[in-house]
C-alpha cells in the first residue's frame, strides 16, 4: 500500500519544510520530495491512497522520554500521536505484557523499557509502591532493591535477562519536600553505572535536586529523568555550565513536577475540546490527585522551567518527557502539555518539537524513527495548522501512522 500525503509542510524532526510531497510504502517512509521549483506530485509515482496536506503539518510520530506504561496506557498515547514511549521503571510481568501488545498490534504505542529502577532498601520509589498501588496495577511483584556491590551487579544481570533497552537507577533522599528516604551511595551508584555500561547499556539516573544530579553524573550516568527543580533563577546558568561539561542530557518532565506540586495549570488539557473529545474518562479522573507521598520542591515548576531554558543555552540536551502514569499525569496528552511547558520555559516550538522527536531518537538510539526520511519507519502524525508555530497546532491531530498503519480521527 502507497500513500501520498501531497503538498504538505513537514516538520522533519530537525527542521522544517514549507511544503513537501511524502510517500509512505508499507511501514516505511519512501519519499521526501520537498516542493522547491517543482511539479507538485512529480516524484511520488503510483499511489493507493492520495491525502491532501494543504493546510496541515506531517511530524514524526512522538517519543515520550519517560513514561511507566501499564493496561490501556499504550493504547491511550497512540490517540494523541505518540507512536513510542520509553518506559522508565515497570515490573516485570506488566511489561512483558506491555511488550506482547506492541509487537502483536498496531493500534498501541511502540515501547523500550529499563524494567525495574535501581533503588537502595526502602528508597524512592518503593514508599509509593503499596499493596493498594500494586494490586490496582494487577500484580503483588515488587521492585527488587540494592544494597551492596554484589546485588548492583546481579541487578544488572537480571535486567539484562529480561532484555531491557537501557538501565535507570534512583538517587533521591526525599530531602527536597522533607522526607527522609535511603538513596544509593555514590560509590553504589556507580557500581551500578559500571555495570550497565559494562553491558552496553545507556544509564538514566533518577534525581530531582542539582546536588543528587552531581551525584549521579559524576558517578557516569548517561542522562537525568527529571529537570532539577530546587535551582532558582539566578544559579540556574551555572548549574547548566556545569552538567554541559558532563556530555548528559536531561529529561523534563515538567509535568510531572506540576502534578506533584499541586499546580492546577495542567488541567487546561481538559479545557481543550481537541484533547477532552479523546482523553479516557480514567485519564481524566486523575487530575486533582493528591501526590503527598513523592519528594518535589515547592517551586519545582518555576525552578524547572528556569532549568529548561538555561540547559538549552549551554548546549545540553533536553527531552521532552512526562513521567506519566495511569494515575496521572496522562499519557499522550500530557505530552503535549509537556510540548507547552516548553515554549513558555523560553524555547521555540520546533525546539519543544524536536525534543519529542529527533533529539530523543538519536540519544536512545533508535535509528529507525523520530525523523521523517526515506528508509526510517512510518511512524506519523497528521496535524491541522502548524505546530512549528503554534505548538497547540499538535493537538489537531487528524491521522496517525504507527508502522505504517493508519488510523484517522474517525476511527
Known amino acids: 500500500m502507497r500513500t501520498l500525503i501531497r503538498g504538505v509542510r513537514v516538520f522533519d524532526g530537525e527542521r522544517s519544510v514549507p511544503a513537501a510531497d511524502v510517500v509512505i510504502d508499507g511501514d516505511r517512509i519512501d519519499t521526501v520530495a520537498a516542493l522547491v521549483g517543482t511539479e507538485i506530485g512529480a516524484a511520488a509515482g503510483p499511489v493507493d491512497i492520495e491525502i491532501d496536506g494543504a493546510g496541515k503539518t506531517l511530524l514524526p510520530g512522538l517519543i515520550d522520554a519517560h513514561t511507566h506504561a501499564f493496561e490501556g496506557d499504550l493504547a491511550e498515547a497512540l490517540t494523541f500521536g505518540v507512536t513510542t514511549e520509553l518506559d522508565m521503571n515497570n515490573l516485570p510481568p506488566l511489561l512483558t505484557a506491555r511488550r506482547r501488545q506492541a509487537a502483536e498490534r498496531d493500534d498501541v ?4 523499557s529499563s524494567s525495574m529502577i535501581a533503588t537502595a532498601p526502602h ?16 500484580t503483588d511483584h515488587t521492585l527488587d532493591t540494592v544494597a551492596d556491590s554484589g546485588e548492583a551487579k546481579a541487578f544488572v544481570e537480571a535486567r539484562l535477562a529480561e532484555g531491557v533497552d537501557y538501565l535507570k537507577i534512583s538517587i533521591d533522599d526525599g530531602g527536597s519536600s522533607g522526607m527522609r528516604l535511603p538513596a544509593l551511595s555514590p560509590e553504589l551508584a556507580a557500581v551500578l553505572v559500571e555495570a550497565g555500561h559494562a553491558a552496553g547499556l545507556r ?8 546536588r543528587e544530579a552531581i551525584i549521579a553524573l559524576d558517578a557516569g550516568a548517561d542522562g537525568l529523568a527529571h529537570l532539577y527543580s530546587d535551582v532558582n533563577e539566578e544559579q540556574a546558568g551555572e548549574m547548566a555550565a556545569r552538567i554541559a561539561s558532563y556530555d548528559a542530557f536531561v529529561i523534563s518532565t515538567i509535568t510531572y513536577i506540576e502534578a506533584v506540586t499541586g499546580d492546577p495549570n495542567g488541567q487546561e488539557l481538559l479545557r481543550d475540546p481537541r484533547i477532552a473529545a479523546r482523553m479516557s474518562d480514567r485519564s481524566k479522573a486523575t487530575f486533582g490527585r493528591e501526590w503527598a507521598d513523592i519528594p518535589m520542591h515547592s517551586q519545582g515548576v518555576m525552578n524547572a522551567a ?3 531554558a538555561a540547559l538549552r543555552r549551554a548546549g545540553v540536551p533536553v527531552l521532552a518527557g512526562t513521567d506519566c502514569t495511569p494515575f496521572g499525569p496522562v499519557h499522550g496528552a500530557g505530552l503535549h502539555h509537556e510540548l507547552l511547558l516548553l515554549t513558555e520555559a523560553g524555547w521555540t516550538a520546533e525546539q519543544a518539537l524536536a525534543a519529542a522527536t529527533g533529539t530523543t531518537a538519536r540519544l536512545f538510539g533508535l535509528t ?31 491521522e496517525v501512522w504507527r508502522g505504517g498503519v493508519r488510523r484517522r480521527w474517525a476511527d
Open 109 to 112: 504505542a511502540d515501547i523500550r
Open 203 to 210: 544509564v538514566i539516573a533518577h534525581a530531582v535536586t542539582a
Open 368 to 398: 529507525d524513527r523520530g525523523r521523517i526520511a526515506p528508509g526510517l519507519r512510518a511512524d506519523l502524525l497528521l496535524v491541522n495548522g502548524d505546530p512549528t508555530t503554534d505548538i497547540t497546532a499538535s493537538r489537531a491531530i487528524e
Open 123 to 138: 528508597g524512592h520509589p518503593t514508599q509509593i509502591m503499596t499493596a493498594d498501588v500494586l494490586k490496582a496495577l494487577g
Open 306 to 308: 528556569h532549568a529548561a
